[in-house]
C-alpha cells in the first residue's frame, strides 16, 4: 500500500516552510511596505520592482484548463529539473540509506541530480528494443527504494516505453513512480495525467521546452496528487519563477493552436528526416521515434559528429551511451535545416575518395 508519509524524509516531515510576505498577505492593497522591494520601481520598461506570486496561481489554471487537471495538482519548477530535485530532497535520505531505480539509457538529469543528493542508485537497463525490463526491476526494487524515474517518451531512444508496462509497476511498487513526458506532444501515446486520481504514487512531468519552443524560459511542470504537490510547494524556494517569465509563459499559452500546427509540422519532417537518413550508407538503422527528434545509428558516429561541426551543424553524439553504440541523437529541425543536414551527411563519404590524377 502506498503511503506518502512514510516515504517522506524524517526532517521534512519536521520542516516549517519559509514563509514569504506574499505568502502572508493574500488580497488588494495599494501600499505594500511589506516586502523591503524597491519602492521607486526598477530599470526597464516594465517595471519588475515586486517579487512575483510564489505559487504562480494564473499561470497554474491557465495549464489546468489546456491539460484538464485541477490546478491544485499542478507544481512549476525552474526546468524539470527543479522537481528532480526536490523529489530527491522531500523522500531521498541520503548516504546509502535510499536508493531510487534508474532505467538507462535515459535522462542524464536522474543520475546527476542522485549524485548530488548522495542518494544511491540502481540500474535496470531497458531491453535491446528499449523497453521496461519488468523482471530486473522488480529485482531491483527493496523497502528502501523511493523513486523510479521512467523517461516516455524516452531520451535517447524516441520510443514510448508500454503503457501496460507502466501500469503494472504504478499497480506493484509501493514508492514514487515519476513518468517523464517531456516529449509526449510529439508522441500517440497519450498522456498519465488524467491517472492522477487512479495513482496516489505517481509524478508526471512536462515541460514547456520542447513542444511550446519555450526553453529560455526553463518552466517544468509536476502533475501529482495534491498530498505529493504540497510536499514540493513545502520544499521549494518562495519565489523560483520570476515574474517575467509567469508573464511570457501565460501569453504563450494563448496560442495553442499555433503550437499545435508546430508540432503537426515537426511531426511530418521527423517522418521525412527519417526517411532520408534510412537512404544514406552510412546509416545503419533509423529507431522508431515519439518524439521531436531521432536516435540513428552510424557506421562512424564520432567521425560524422566531426564532420558535421566543421560544417556547423551540430548533433549529438550518444555513442558512448549504454545501448547507443554507433548513435548520433539528431532534433528535428525545419525544412531547411533537414535538407542542409541530409546533403552534408550525402558528401560524408566522398571525403575519404582519393581524387583520380590527371
Excluded at 41 to 64: C, E, F, I, T
Excluded at 91 to 116: K, Q, W
Excluded at 151 to 156: D, K
Aim: charged share 20%; with cysteine; hydrophobic share 40%.
Amino acid at each position: 500500500m502506498f503511503n506518502l508519509e512514510s516515504l517522506l524524509r524524517e526532517n521534512i516531515k519536521r520542516l516549517v516552510p519559509y514563509s514569504s510576505a506574499r505568502d502572508e498577505f493574500k488580497g488588494q492593497a495599494s501600499v505594500f511596505l511589506d516586502a523591503n522591494e524597491n519602492a521607486f520601481g526598477s530599470p526597464l520598461p516594465v517595471n519588475y520592482n515586486r517579487y512575483p506570486d510564489p505559487m504562480q496561481w494564473p499561470l497554474k489554471y491557465k495549464l489546468a484548463e489546456i491539460k484538464g487537471v485541477p490546478p491544485q495538482n499542478i507544481f512549476l519548477g525552474n526546468g524539470s529539473d527543479e522537481p528532480i530535485d526536490l523529489l530527491y530532497r522531500a523522500f531521498c535520505n541520503p548516504g546509502g540509506r535510499d536508493n531510487v531505480v534508474l532505467c538507462p539509457p535515459t535522462y542524464g538529469m536522474y543520475e546527476v541530480s542522485a549524485h548530488i543528493n548522495d542518494v544511491t542508485i540502481r540500474k535496470v537497463s531497458l531491453t535491446p528494443d528499449f523497453q521496461l525490463d519488468l523482471e530486473g526491476l522488480q529485482q531491483a526494487v527493496d523497502e528502501n527504494t523511493k523513486l523510479v524515474f521512467i523517461c516516455s517518451p524516452n531520451n535517447p531512444t524516441g520510443n514510448s516505453i508500454n503503457r501496460s508496462d507502466i501500469e503494472l509497476l504504478l499497480n506493484n511498487f509501493d514508492g514514487i513512480v515519476v513518468i517523464d513526458e517531456a516529449y509526449i506532444n510529439f508522441s500517440r501515446q497519450k498522456s498519465f495525467i488524467q491517472e492522477l486520481t487512479e495513482y496516489p504514487n505517481l509524478v508526471v512531468l512536462q515541460t514547456l521546452s520542447k513542444a511550446w519552443g519555450l526553453a529560455g524560459l526553463r518552466v517544468g511542470m509536476a502533475f501529482a496528487g495534491e498530498d505529493i504537490i504540497n510536499v514540493f510547494n513545502k520544499v521549494k524556494p518562495p519565489y523560483n519563477i520570476s515574474q517575467a517569465t509567469q508573464e511570457l509563459a501565460l501569453q504563450a499559452l494563448d496560442n495553442v493552436a499555433r503550437v499545435n500546427e508546430w508540432i503537426r509540422d515537426i511531426v511530418i519532417e521527423r517522418d521525412l528526416l527519417s526517411a532520408g537518413l534510412e537512404q544514406l550508407p552510412q546509416v545503419l538503422n533509423v529507431y522508431p521515434s515519439d518524439a521531436n527528434f531521432i536516435l540513428v545509428q552510424t557506421t562512424d558516429a564520432k567521425g560524422i559528429y566531426q564532420y558535421l561541426t566543421e560544417r556547423g551543424i551540430v548533433v549529438r553524439d550518444r555513442s558512448k551511451v549504454e545501448l547507443c553504440m554507433g548513435c548520433l541523437r539528431i532534433t528535428v529541425g525545419t525544412p531547411e535545416e533537414n535538407v542542409q543536414l541530409l546533403d552534408a551527411l550525402k558528401t560524408f563519404n566522398l571525403k575519404t575518395e582519393t581524387p583520380v590524377s590527371a
